[in-house]
């Protein structure tokens, strides 16, 4: 049985101690044990995020990293530098890097190699323009950005990766794929990997889904068949909601 898994994905949101906040709030809740909870958080957070939540079940993940160790990368941060904070996860290839910061699928699969040589856990983002949906190249584009992203890595890293799938048309536009459409492309990308792994890999594998997922839709998503969990934005912003999540 795969384990779901509900990342929070704090974006560009909260100074330190608001962070402080956020955390002792949601950490002293009960939270579901059979659910993994996952607080991606601002660089400047990690370290305390990590302190706050040393004697709890949640992890900690970082929203993207360099793939070099070190160099003349100014404003970038190293998966070394992430390594001394005990970083468990880091987001790679989200629509806003890609969209926003040039992110390429080539420059996606060069941060999942190295994430996965330095032990960190890499959340692999995939999805589509609305634009792209509606010229129905939705599929095969999504399919190459898997192949693309897991290039060269090994069929037992695979196993230590997430995959979240994310319209990007349903991002923090209150827009939600349906169900259906969620867990159509999740069949997708779940087929992909096994195409390329092998079914027992595939099946190990947790795909996310991540758009406007709010207390009121999660539990219709998380009771389809291939998807795993959930890539949260603003709801993750709130621990009232974040904790429902949690406790789907």
Excluded at 35 to 45: G, K, Q, T
Excluded at 116 to 123: D, S
Excluded at 233 to 245: C, E, I, N, R, T
């Amino acid at each position: 049985m795969r384990k779901p898994i509900i990342a929070g994905n704090w974006k560009m949101n909260k100074t330190i101690s608001e962070a402080e906040q956020l955390i002792d709030e949601i950490k002293n809740q009960k939270l579901n044990e059979s659910v993994e909870a996952v607080l991606c958080v601002p660089y400047l957070s990690l370290a305390k995020a990590k302190e706050m939540t040393k004697y709890t079940n949640i992890n900690i993940g970082a929203q993207n990293m360099h793939w070099e160790e070190s160099g003349a990368f100014t404003g970038e941060v190293s998966p070394t530098m992430l390594n001394e904070v005990q970083v468990d996860y880091v987001i790679i290839g989200h629509s806003e890097r890609r969209q926003y910061f040039n992110e390429t699928d080539e420059t996606v699969n060069k941060k999942v190699l190295s994430a996965i040589y330095h032990g960190l856990a890499p959340i692999i983002c995939v999805g589509e323009t609305l634009e792209q949906r509606e010229e129905n190249i939705h599929t095969s584009l999504v399919a190459e950005q898997i192949k693309a992203a897991f290039s060269n890595v090994s069929n037992e890293d695979a196993t230590k990766t997430v995959v979240a799938y994310e319209p990007i048309w349903a991002i923090g536009t209150g827009k939600t794929a349906s169900s259906e459409q969620a867990e159509e492309m999740c069949a997708l990308i779940r087929n992909t990997i096994k195409a390329l792994y092998g079914k027992e890999t595939a099946e190990s594998i947790r795909i996310q889904y991540g758009g406007s997922v709010k207390p009121g839709n999660v539990s219709e998503l998380m009771s389809m068949e291939n998807i795993d969990g959930a890539l949260v934005g603003g709801a993750s912003l709130k621990s009232s909601d974040f904790v429902k999540l949690i406790n789907y």
